[in-house]
C-alpha cells in the first residue's frame, strides 16, 4: 500500500507541477570541472593543494600556495548520446564553448609567525554544464494518446482534467461521447496501431559556483580554508515528442456519396463513433511541447582541514553545507494536431496560454569527503578522494508547504546514500608535467562503479611552466554514463539513454 501511495504522489507532482524530484537531483550532482589540471587528475586534489579549484571542494589545499596565482580555463565540449527505445537506437551529435574557470589568488606570510601564510581566493568554476541532446525514436503502439486517455478515464468530466491531458481533449486528441448518462473518454488515434514516435530532449544553461574563500597554513604542517560559495544557475529544457502515422494506416475514407443513406465508412477501427470522423478522417500527426527555463541563485559554505603528517603524506577532511537555491521557472506545455481531412490546418493549445511562471527553492544534500595525497621526492605526485552525499535529504520547498508534500515524499522513498571516488596521478617530467585521473560519481539509488546513473570520467593532460612564471594546461576527458528513462507515466514503456561527452580544454595562469 506504501508503494502504491508513493507512486500516486510521483504521478501527481509530475501532472500538475513542473518542478519534481528530478530538479532536485539535477543541481545535486556537480560535474568534474575546473582548472585543467584538476580535471586532468580526476579532480583529486582534496589534500595534494595549491590549485584554484580547491575552494570549491576542500577549501584548506589553498593554504598550500606559497605566492599568488590568476588563472582562466575554457574548451570545446562534444557529445555523442544514444537513446534506445523498442530495440532501435538512435545516435546524435553536438559541439559547443564551454568556460571552465577563472580565479586569483593571494598570499602572504602571518605578522606573527612567518612560517605561517594567510591565503584569499576568489574562483569562478563551471560547476556543471547542461548543453546535451537526446533523440528516442521508435514505432510503437504506446501512443502519448494512450497516456492521456489512461489519465483523462480518471476524471468523471472533462471540466476535471488535469492540465497534460487537457492538452489532448483541448485538440481533439482525446475526446467525450456520452453513453448511459456517464461521460466516456475515447482517442481519435487507433491504439492498436503502430505510430512514428520521436522525442527529442534538448538542454542548455550551467550552474556557475563562485566561491569566495579563506586558508591559512600553520607552519606547512596544518591547513584550514573556508568558501562560501555563490553559485548562478539557468537552464532550458526542451522535451518535444512528435508522433505520426506515416503509414496511413488510420486513414477513414467514404465509400459512399456524401449524403446518401447510409454513408459507409472504411475503417478497422470502431471505438468511436463513425460519424464523429466526417471532419477528420483519420489521424496524421501530432507534436507535443514540454519547456521550462530555469534560473537563480544559490548559497552554500564549505570548509575543510588538510594534515601533513609526513613530508610524503597528507591527509585531508572537508564539509560542505546543503546549497539553498532560490528559482525562479517560467514554463509552457503544448500540442498541436493534424487530421488526414485537412493536413495543412493543425489544431493548437497551449497551457497556460501567456506561459507560467513559478517561484520555490531546492535545498541539495550537504556533502562530507576525505582526501589523501602522497608524494613522491619530487618526481609524482597522486591524490585519492572519497565522498559521501545522501540525496534523500533534498527537498524542495516554497510559500505553500503542500506545494511539495508529494515530492519530497518521492524523494525520501526513491533516493539513498551515494559514493563518489576521484583518483589521480601526476608525474613531473622536467620541463613537462604529465597527467591522468579517474572520477566515479554513484548512483543517487546506491550503485557504484557499474549499473544505470553511476557516472565516470576518465582524463588525461599535460602541463608545462615557463621561466617567466607563465603556464599552460591541456586535458581531455571523456564522461559517460546511461540512465532509464520513462515516456510516460501510465504505461510501461522504459528507453535506455547512454550519455558520453569529451571536453578539450586549456588554463593559461600566471603566479606572482
Not at 13 to 30: E, G, I, K, V, W
Not at 183 to 191: G, K
Not at 361 to 378: A, E, H, M
Amino acid at each position: 500500500m506504501t508503494r502504491v501511495i508513493i507512486l500516486f504522489l510521483l504521478f501527481a507532482s509530475l501532472h500538475f507541477m513542473s518542478q519534481n524530484d528530478l530538479d532536485a537531483l539535477r543541481y545535486s550532482r556537480p560535474g568534474v570541472n575546473g582548472t585543467s589540471r584538476f580535471t586532468a587528475m580526476g579532480g583529486a586534489f582534496g589534500a595534494l593543494g595549491a590549485d584554484l579549484t580547491c575552494g570549491a571542494y576542500n577549501p584548506a589545499g589553498l593554504a598550500l600556495f606559497k605566492k599568488g596565482e590568476a588563472s582562466y580555463g575554457g574548451g570545446l565540449k562534444f557529445i555523442r548520446n544514444q537513446g534506445t527505445i523498442n530495440a532501435k537506437s538512435t545516435n546524435i551529435s553536438d559541439a559547443s564553448f564551454v568556460f571552465n574557470n577563472f580565479g586569483i589568488c593571494f598570499a602572504w606570510p602571518s605578522k606573527n609567525d612567518n612560517e605561517s601564510r594567510h591565503v584569499i581566493a576568489f574562483n569562478n568554476i563551471q560547476q556543471q554544464n547542461f548543453s546535451d541532446k537526446v533523440r528516442l525514436s521508435s514505432y510503437s503502439t504506446n501512443s502519448i494518446a494512450k497516456d492521456m486517455l489512461n489519465q483523462a478515464r480518471l476524471k468523471d468530466n472533462a471540466s476535471l482534467l488535469g492540465s497534460y491531458e487537457n492538452l489532448g481533449y483541448q485538440t481533439y486528441l482525446i475526446d467525450t461521447i456520452i453513453s448511459q448518462g456517464k461521460t466516456q473518454y475515447f482517442s481519435f488515434v487507433d491504439l492498436k496501431k503502430n505510430v512514428l514516435q520521436t522525442r527529442d530532449i534538448v538542454t542548455a544553461g550551467r550552474v556557475n559556483d563562485l566561491n569566495i574563500s579563506y586558508a591559512y597554513s600553520y607552519r606547512d604542517q596544518f591547513y584550514i580554508g573556508a568558501s562560501l560559495g555563490l553559485p548562478r544557475v539557468t537552464y532550458t529544457s526542451t522535451t518535444t515528442h512528435f508522433e505520426s502515422d506515416n503509414l496511413d494506416s488510420m486513414r477513414i475514407t467514404i465509400t459512399s456519396p456524401p449524403g446518401a443513406q447510409p454513408v459507409t465508412y472504411t475503417t478497422s477501427y470502431s471505438e468511436a463513433p463513425p460519424v464523429i470522423y466526417t471532419d477528420k478522417l483519420g489521424f496524421n500527426n501530432l507534436t507535443y511541447t514540454e519547456y521550462f527555463n530555469t534560473t537563480g541563485k544559490g548559497i552554500n559554505l564549505k570548509i575543510g582541514g588538510v594534515a601533513r603528517l609526513s613530508d610524503n603524506f597528507r591527509l585531508g577532511l572537508y564539509y560542505h553545507t546543503p546549497t539553498i537555491f532560490t528559482l525562479e521557472d517560467k514554463y509552457y506545455n503544448s500540442m498541436s494536431t493534424s487530421f488526414d481531412k485537412d493536413t495543412k490546418n493543425t489544431i493548437e493549445y497551449k497551457d497556460p496560454q501567456e506561459g507560467g511562471y513559478f517561484k520555490y527553492k531546492i535545498i541539495t544534500p550537504s556533502r562530507v569527503g576525505i582526501n589523501s595525497g602522497f608524494i613522491i621526492k619530487k618526481i609524482a605526485a597522486i591524490g585519492l578522494d572519497y565522498e559521501l552525499v545522501n540525496y534523500k535529504n533534498a527537498q524542495l520547498s516554497s510559500n505553500v508547504v503542500a506545494d511539495f508534500a508529494g515530492v519530497n515524499a518521492v524523494i525520501k522513498h526513491k533516493y539513498t546514500y551515494a559514493s563518489n571516488v576521484r583518483a589521480g596521478v601526476e608525474f613531473n617530467i622536467k620541463p613537462l608535467l604529465l597527467r591522468a585521473g579517474y572520477n566515479m560519481q554513484g548512483s543517487p539509488f546506491g550503485n557504484v562503479f557499474t549499473g544505470s546513473f553511476v557516472r565516470h570520467t576518465i582524463s588525461f593532460g599535460a602541463g608545462f611552466r615557463s621561466k617567466n612564471n607563465v603556464f599552460y594546461d591541456f586535458v581531455w576527458y571523456k564522461s559517460f554514463s546511461n540512465e532509464d528513462y520513462y515516456m510516460f507515466n501510465s504505461i510501461s514503456q522504459k528507453a535506455l539513454i547512454n550519455y558520453s561527452s569529451s571536453q578539450f580544454a586549456a588554463t593559461i595562469g600566471i603566479k606572482f
